[in-house]
Protein backbone atom coordinates (compact mmCIF):
# COMPACT_ATOMS: atom_id res chain seq x y z
CA UNK A 1 0.00 0.00 0.00
CA UNK A 2 1.25 3.30 -1.00
CA UNK A 3 0.73 7.20 -0.13
CA UNK A 4 -1.67 8.65 -2.82
CA UNK A 5 -2.28 12.36 -3.95
CA UNK A 6 -5.23 13.94 -5.96
CA UNK A 7 -8.83 12.59 -7.15
CA UNK A 8 -9.90 11.42 -10.19
CA UNK A 9 -12.47 13.74 -11.75
CA UNK A 10 -16.53 13.35 -10.48
CA UNK A 11 -18.46 12.05 -12.87
CA UNK A 12 -21.70 10.71 -10.77
CA UNK A 13 -25.23 12.72 -9.98
CA UNK A 14 -24.31 11.64 -6.51
CA UNK A 15 -26.46 13.70 -4.14
CA UNK A 16 -25.91 14.33 -0.34
CA UNK A 17 -23.31 15.65 1.10
CA UNK A 18 -21.28 13.55 3.69
CA UNK A 19 -22.42 14.81 7.02
CA UNK A 20 -19.05 14.06 9.08
CA UNK A 21 -17.70 16.53 6.48
CA UNK A 22 -19.64 19.45 6.08
CA UNK A 23 -18.41 22.76 8.36
CA UNK A 24 -21.25 24.63 8.59
CA UNK A 25 -24.74 25.34 6.74
CA UNK A 26 -27.62 27.70 6.38
CA UNK A 27 -27.85 31.07 4.87
CA UNK A 28 -24.83 33.08 4.40
CA UNK A 29 -23.00 29.96 5.35
CA UNK A 30 -19.57 28.50 4.04
CA UNK A 31 -20.11 24.71 1.91
CA UNK A 32 -15.68 24.53 3.06
CA UNK A 33 -15.79 20.57 3.70
CA UNK A 34 -13.15 19.71 6.65
CA UNK A 35 -12.16 16.94 8.53
CA UNK A 36 -9.68 16.82 12.08
CA UNK A 37 -6.24 16.69 11.18
CA UNK A 38 -4.32 13.49 10.74
CA UNK A 39 -0.36 12.58 10.54
CA UNK A 40 0.54 13.14 7.11
CA UNK A 41 -2.04 16.30 5.90
CA UNK A 42 -0.18 18.97 4.47
CA UNK A 43 0.04 22.03 6.49
CA UNK A 44 -0.87 24.39 3.30
CA UNK A 45 -5.04 22.64 3.53
CA UNK A 46 -5.39 23.79 7.56
CA UNK A 47 -8.25 25.62 7.94
CA UNK A 48 -7.80 27.97 10.26
CA UNK A 49 -11.15 29.46 10.85
CA UNK A 50 -12.43 26.20 11.53
CA UNK A 51 -9.80 25.20 14.02
CA UNK A 52 -10.25 28.09 15.60
CA UNK A 53 -13.93 27.29 16.36
CA UNK A 54 -13.07 23.93 17.15
CA UNK A 55 -10.04 24.19 19.19
CA UNK A 56 -7.91 21.85 17.11
CA UNK A 57 -6.70 21.60 13.58
CA UNK A 58 -8.60 20.88 11.12
CA UNK A 59 -7.80 20.56 7.52
CA UNK A 60 -10.21 20.96 3.77
CA UNK A 61 -11.36 18.31 1.86
CA UNK A 62 -10.82 17.79 -1.45
CA UNK A 63 -12.05 20.91 -3.28
CA UNK A 64 -14.38 18.97 -5.52
CA UNK A 65 -15.37 15.82 -3.09
CA UNK A 66 -17.84 13.03 -4.31
CA UNK A 67 -21.30 14.36 -3.10
CA UNK A 68 -22.38 11.18 -3.03
CA UNK A 69 -19.15 8.82 -2.49
CA UNK A 70 -17.00 6.48 -4.38
CA UNK A 71 -17.88 2.91 -5.54
CA UNK A 72 -14.57 0.82 -6.12
CA UNK A 73 -15.74 -2.52 -8.06
CA UNK A 74 -12.43 -5.07 -7.89
CA UNK A 75 -11.91 -7.56 -10.69
CA UNK A 76 -10.46 -10.73 -8.79
CA UNK A 77 -11.60 -13.44 -11.23
CA UNK A 78 -8.63 -15.91 -11.79
CA UNK A 79 -9.39 -16.15 -15.79
CA UNK A 80 -9.00 -12.52 -15.79
CA UNK A 81 -5.40 -12.28 -14.42
CA UNK A 82 -1.72 -13.75 -14.83
CA UNK A 83 1.29 -14.26 -12.98
CA UNK A 84 1.74 -16.30 -9.40
CA UNK A 85 2.54 -15.09 -6.25
CA UNK A 86 3.39 -11.82 -4.70
CA UNK A 87 4.54 -10.75 -8.78
CA UNK A 88 0.89 -11.72 -10.08
CA UNK A 89 -1.81 -8.58 -11.55
CA UNK A 90 -4.29 -9.72 -8.82
CA UNK A 91 -1.80 -8.91 -5.96
CA UNK A 92 -0.96 -5.62 -7.67
CA UNK A 93 -4.87 -5.20 -8.31
CA UNK A 94 -5.63 -5.53 -4.58
CA UNK A 95 -2.71 -3.35 -3.91
CA UNK A 96 -3.85 -0.70 -6.01
CA UNK A 97 -7.22 -1.23 -4.24
CA UNK A 98 -6.23 -1.03 -0.55
CA UNK A 99 -4.21 2.30 -1.50
CA UNK A 100 -7.16 4.10 -3.06
CA UNK A 101 -9.75 3.04 -0.30
CA UNK A 102 -7.27 4.31 2.09
CA UNK A 103 -6.84 7.57 0.12
CA UNK A 104 -10.22 8.19 -0.66
CA UNK A 105 -11.69 7.71 3.39
CA UNK A 106 -8.46 9.81 4.49
CA UNK A 107 -10.01 12.81 2.49
CA UNK A 108 -13.74 11.85 4.15
CA UNK A 109 -15.30 10.38 0.92
CA UNK A 110 -18.41 8.03 1.41
CA UNK A 111 -17.04 4.50 0.43
CA UNK A 112 -18.38 0.85 -1.19
CA UNK A 113 -15.64 -2.12 -1.90
CA UNK A 114 -17.73 -4.28 -4.05
CA UNK A 115 -15.95 -7.62 -5.52
CA UNK A 116 -16.70 -8.07 -9.32
CA UNK A 117 -20.09 -10.11 -8.27
CA UNK A 118 -21.08 -7.19 -6.29
CA UNK A 119 -19.89 -8.62 -2.69
CA UNK A 120 -19.34 -5.88 -0.37
CA UNK A 121 -16.45 -5.88 1.37
CA UNK A 122 -16.67 -2.76 3.63
CA UNK A 123 -18.92 -0.83 5.40
CA UNK A 124 -20.17 2.28 4.08
CA UNK A 125 -19.50 5.60 5.67
CA UNK A 126 -17.36 8.88 5.73
CA UNK A 127 -14.52 8.57 8.12
CA UNK A 128 -14.46 5.00 8.48
CA UNK A 129 -11.40 2.83 9.58
CA UNK A 130 -9.62 1.81 6.77
CA UNK A 131 -8.34 -1.35 9.13
CA UNK A 132 -11.66 -3.68 8.73
CA UNK A 133 -11.07 -2.89 4.73
CA UNK A 134 -7.96 -3.55 4.53
CA UNK A 135 -8.48 -6.47 6.68
CA UNK A 136 -10.62 -8.03 4.01
CA UNK A 137 -8.27 -7.19 1.40
CA UNK A 138 -5.74 -9.23 3.03
CA UNK A 139 -8.24 -11.98 2.94
CA UNK A 140 -9.64 -12.02 -0.21
CA UNK A 141 -8.88 -15.24 -2.69
CA UNK A 142 -9.68 -15.56 -6.32
CA UNK A 143 -12.92 -16.18 -7.83
CA UNK A 144 -14.01 -18.38 -9.55
CA UNK A 145 -16.50 -16.57 -12.05
CA UNK A 146 -16.40 -16.58 -15.97
CA UNK A 147 -17.75 -13.15 -15.99
CA UNK A 148 -18.69 -9.59 -15.23
CA UNK A 149 -22.26 -10.21 -14.73
CA UNK A 150 -23.63 -8.90 -11.40
CA UNK A 151 -25.90 -6.49 -9.98
CA UNK A 152 -26.49 -3.07 -10.69
CA UNK A 153 -23.92 -0.65 -9.44
CA UNK A 154 -25.34 2.26 -7.20
CA UNK A 155 -26.63 5.04 -8.44
CA UNK A 156 -26.19 8.27 -7.18
CA UNK A 157 -22.04 7.62 -6.43
CA UNK A 158 -19.44 7.49 -8.68
CA UNK A 159 -17.90 4.77 -9.71
CA UNK A 160 -14.10 3.69 -9.99
CA UNK A 161 -12.99 -0.18 -11.34
CA UNK A 162 -10.47 -1.88 -11.22
CA UNK A 163 -10.15 -4.86 -13.80
CA UNK A 164 -7.80 -7.46 -15.07
CA UNK A 165 -8.22 -8.90 -18.50
CA UNK A 166 -11.28 -8.27 -20.17
CA UNK A 167 -13.02 -11.30 -22.92
CA UNK A 168 -15.02 -9.53 -25.97
CA UNK A 169 -18.86 -8.29 -24.73
CA UNK A 170 -17.39 -8.07 -20.89
CA UNK A 171 -16.93 -4.44 -21.62
CA UNK A 172 -20.57 -3.89 -22.46
CA UNK A 173 -21.68 -6.24 -19.68
CA UNK A 174 -19.46 -3.89 -17.28
CA UNK A 175 -21.84 -0.62 -19.55
CA UNK A 176 -25.23 -2.22 -18.49
CA UNK A 177 -24.40 -2.53 -14.76
CA UNK A 178 -23.74 1.33 -14.57
CA UNK A 179 -26.14 3.99 -15.91
CA UNK A 180 -23.47 6.39 -17.17
CA UNK A 181 -19.39 7.07 -16.56
CA UNK A 182 -17.09 5.89 -14.52
CA UNK A 183 -13.53 5.33 -13.67
CA UNK A 184 -11.41 2.42 -14.47
CA UNK A 185 -7.98 1.21 -14.30
CA UNK A 186 -7.62 -1.65 -17.12
CA UNK A 187 -4.75 -3.96 -16.43
CA UNK A 188 -2.76 -5.26 -19.53
CA UNK A 189 -2.63 -8.63 -17.58
CA UNK A 190 -0.19 -10.55 -20.69
CA UNK A 191 2.47 -8.23 -19.40
CA UNK A 192 2.82 -10.11 -16.16
CA UNK A 193 2.78 -13.21 -18.18
CA UNK A 194 6.28 -14.06 -20.00
CA UNK A 195 4.45 -16.62 -22.29
CA UNK A 196 1.96 -14.40 -23.60
CA UNK A 197 4.02 -11.02 -23.37
CA UNK A 198 5.41 -10.69 -26.03
CA UNK A 199 2.37 -12.04 -28.41
CA UNK A 200 0.82 -9.45 -31.28
CA UNK A 201 -2.52 -7.74 -30.15
CA UNK A 202 -2.50 -8.19 -26.37
CA UNK A 203 -1.86 -4.81 -25.65
CA UNK A 204 -4.22 -4.08 -28.75
CA UNK A 205 -7.61 -5.56 -27.19
CA UNK A 206 -6.79 -3.30 -23.98
CA UNK A 207 -6.38 -0.14 -25.88
CA UNK A 208 -9.56 -1.46 -27.32
CA UNK A 209 -11.34 -2.16 -24.29
CA UNK A 210 -10.28 1.29 -22.87
CA UNK A 211 -11.21 2.94 -26.22
CA UNK A 212 -14.78 1.68 -25.46
CA UNK A 213 -15.19 2.64 -22.20
CA UNK A 214 -14.15 6.11 -22.83
CA UNK A 215 -16.54 6.06 -25.90
CA UNK A 216 -18.87 5.34 -22.85
CA UNK A 217 -18.09 8.50 -20.94
CA UNK A 218 -15.18 7.20 -18.86
CA UNK A 219 -11.98 8.16 -17.19
CA UNK A 220 -9.57 4.90 -18.05
CA UNK A 221 -6.10 4.27 -17.78
CA UNK A 222 -3.61 1.44 -18.17
CA UNK A 223 -1.68 -0.52 -15.89
CA UNK A 224 1.18 -3.05 -16.83
CA UNK A 225 3.65 -4.85 -14.70
CA UNK A 226 5.93 -2.46 -14.40
CA UNK A 227 3.57 0.52 -13.44
CA UNK A 228 3.71 1.77 -9.78
CA UNK A 229 0.45 2.53 -7.90
CA UNK A 230 1.44 6.24 -7.72
CA UNK A 231 1.60 6.37 -11.31
CA UNK A 232 -0.84 4.82 -11.96
CA UNK A 233 -3.05 6.36 -9.77
CA UNK A 234 -1.49 10.36 -11.65
CA UNK A 235 -2.25 9.03 -14.71
CA UNK A 236 -6.14 8.37 -13.59
CA UNK A 237 -6.24 12.15 -11.85
CA UNK A 238 -4.83 13.81 -14.76
CA UNK A 239 -6.97 12.27 -17.13
CA UNK A 240 -4.12 10.45 -19.01
Known sequence: MVALQGLPPAIGAGEGTPGSALAHQGQGASDVL????????????VHWRSTARHDELM????????????TVLLDRRDVAHRGRGADSSLEFAVSLTASICTHLLARGEPL??????????????????????????AALRP??????????LRSGTDVLAVLGA???????????????????VLLDT????????DRAGSGGTVAANAA??????????????????ERVWSDLVSGL
Open 34 to 45: IRPYRQGDELRR
Open 59 to 70: VRLEERPWRGGM
Open 112 to 137: DLLTEDGVQLSGRGSGISPEPLLDAL
Open 143 to 152: SARPDLAGPE
Open 166 to 184: LEPGEVETLLGRRTGGGNA
Open 190 to 197: STWDPSVR
Open 212 to 229: TLRGAGWHVTIASAGSSP
